[in-house]
């Protein structure tokens, strides 16, 4: 069965009580002076923001506002040219390979194509996520995952209403499917922070609601800090409590979502 | 009415024009064709003249002589032996090769460069060449051949593994990055079971060049049915030797039968 609902007036109450001057204490994800270039093409300009702990954060921007570039900078996927990012107290600038990885494990990625290992079940899919904290052969394949790993994967599927499919091929899910396997991978993480880049773009409407729900609804119960990005500007204003808006690599809007209506959302993108 | 020909639209001309750089190169490599020809000896007329030698051999042969069947049979087993264990040690060894010589997989570039030669090196040297270096090093018999087998399964593999791992989506390969796999996991997890159905298709295609390479390792000693088929020859024995070529057709034959079945199940099935 699926454990997600829509946004209730308690979400709403929760997203009022964000106030962009949290203590520092507060902040999960720090960008300061964040530029990226590819080639003589600016991406990103300068861009500045905090987050607060537990609280949900929607990007949005035309195509090539840098909403995506940004997600990954964040977690150095893509390298910055100048700025600095800190997530959960550590700084990622110089950071070595193993220090990256440490810093990632604590961090959910939710990628607009799913990124599933299509040959593997989705049992296997979501086992990987324990590669976060374990390594080797025994993170792999369910086959090989230990007893309690392969539990714990099991709960997730659950968490995400697929515990049918454990052993179903990735590729043969259906898109609302796969990205929720996908949704079970990161929790499979115990992140603190889960970034969604388009998590529904590459599905229907009634599948992308119940996977923003299920996503969003996910996160709270476990204070989960979310960002995530969205053309999607009903998702924008049901589910996040602040909206950042991108133009041209730099933010052109950051306010609390109540504060927007659709209109005044689209009027962004005119 | 036609418009005139000049009115109407025109096509572009059916071929670029030629540089004088690819006119010289046309020429040099014509050149290199005539003088390669005549320097080989080539000549229409001698094939010709020695069509009825090629009739009196196939006279001679027939019937084939089946009075050592069982001899035969024993080494043409023999010979698979040397295929299946060369093929299947081979693949194995092929598998880190391949790893360490993909550029995305590798550790360094020295590596990278240093293992691509290596494998390039088994290719390169025909295996007839590193069976009778085998013969030196280990004795003659088919342990020298199985030995050669292997070298030359791991050019063959070792290049086409690679290949297969580099074209991998690297979308899965991204998302565990993401959440802070190490290398390892991320080949193991998501780089192996994407490239698997190219590598056993590969591996199929080792083992029916190997069943072919290991009977004519024979020759040099290097164990299999080319010894037998060498004593007949230089026996005149064209009646057991035709029995031998026929007893090659056949295992060559069923074993490309198999490969080729398996093959088209695993591309049918991804």
């Known amino acids: 069965m699926l454990h997600h609902r829509l946004p209730t007036e308690a979400d709403r109450s929760v997203a009022s009580e964000f106030t962009p001057s949290q203590s520092p204490a507060a902040i999960d994800l720090s960008v300061r002076g964040l530029t990226k270039r590819f080639g003589s093409m600016e991406i990103l300009r300068d861009v500045s923001f905090s987050v607060a702990k537990g609280s949900v954060v929607a990007l949005i921007g035309a195509n090539g506002a840098g909403k995506s570039t940004l997600l990954r900078c964040c977690l150095r996927l893509s390298e910055p040219d100048a700025g600095s990012v800190e997530i959960l107290g550590t700084q990622l600038n110089g950071l070595n390979h193993s220090g990256l990885a440490k810093t990632r494990s604590k961090v959910g990625f939710v990628f607009q194509k799913h990124n599933l290992c299509g040959r593997l079940s989705a049992l296997s899919n979501v086992v990987h996520g324990v590669q976060s904290r374990s390594h080797g052969p025994l993170s792999w394949y369910q086959v090989l995952a230990p007893r309690a790993v392969r539990e714990e994967a099991m709960e997730m599927l659950q968490c995400v209403g697929l515990a049918h499919r454990a052993t179903s091929r990735a590729d043969q899910l259906s898109g609302g499917q796969s990205q929720r396997v996908a949704i079970a991978r990161a929790l499979m993480q115990r992140p603190q922070i889960i970034f969604a880049d388009e998590p529904v773009a590459s599905l229907d409407p009634t599948a992308g609601e119940e996977v923003m729900a299920l996503l969003i609804s996910l996160a709270r119960e476990r204070g989960v800090t979310v960002v995530f990005t969205t053309h999607n500007l009903r998702h924008a204003l049901d589910y996040a409590e602040r909206i950042i808006g991108l133009r041209a690599g730099s933010i052109a809007m950051d306010d609390r979502a109540s504060c927007y209506s659709v209109e005044k959302l689209r009027a962004f993108y005119a | ?60 042969m027939f019937p084939p002589d089946f009075s050592r069947i069982s001899a035969v049979v024993a080494q043409l087993i023999e010979t698979f032996q040397m295929a299946f264990v060369g093929t299947f040690v081979g693949v194995l ?12 997989h590798s550790p360094s570039r020295i590596v990278y460069y240093l293992t691509r030669t290596v494998v390039s090196f088994f290719r390169t040297i025909p295996d007839l060449v590193w069976a009778l270096i085998f013969v030196v090093a280990v004795g ?131």
């Open chain 2, 1 to 60: 009415m036609r418009e005139p020909v000049s009115e109407r639209l025109q096509a572009p001309s059916r071929f670029g024009r030629t540089s004088p750089l690819q006119f010289t190169l046309l020429v040099a490599v014509g050149a290199t064709l005539i003088f390669s020809f005549y320097d080989s000896g080539f000549s229409a007329w001698r094939f010709v003249e020695g069509m009825p030698n090629i009739w009196r051999l196939l006279t001679e």
């Open chain 2, 93 to 104: 060894l092929s598998l880190p090769i391949a790893v360490l010589a993909t550029r995305t």
């Open chain 2, 140 to 270: 003659l018999g088919p342990f020298a051949g199985t030995l050669a087998i292997i070298v030359d399964t791991i050019g063959f593999c070792g290049r086409f593994f690679a290949e297969a791992m580099e074209e991998v989506d690297e979308g899965p390969q991204e998302a565990l990055r993401a959440l802070g796999a190490s290398r390892l996991d991320i080949v193991g997890s998501a780089v192996l079971p994407a490239a698997m159905p190219s590598m056993i298709a590969t591996s199929l295609f080792s083992l029916e060049k190997a069943t072919r390479s290991s009977v004519v390792l024979g020759i040099v000693g290097a164990g299999g049915i080319g010894v037998e088929l060498e004593v007949a020859m230089n026996l005149f024995n064209y009646q057991q030797a035709l029995t031998i070529i026929l007893a090659i057709f056949l295992l060559v034959l069923i074993v490309e039968q198999i490969g080729g079945r398996i093959r088209n199940r695993i591309i049918a099935g991804t």
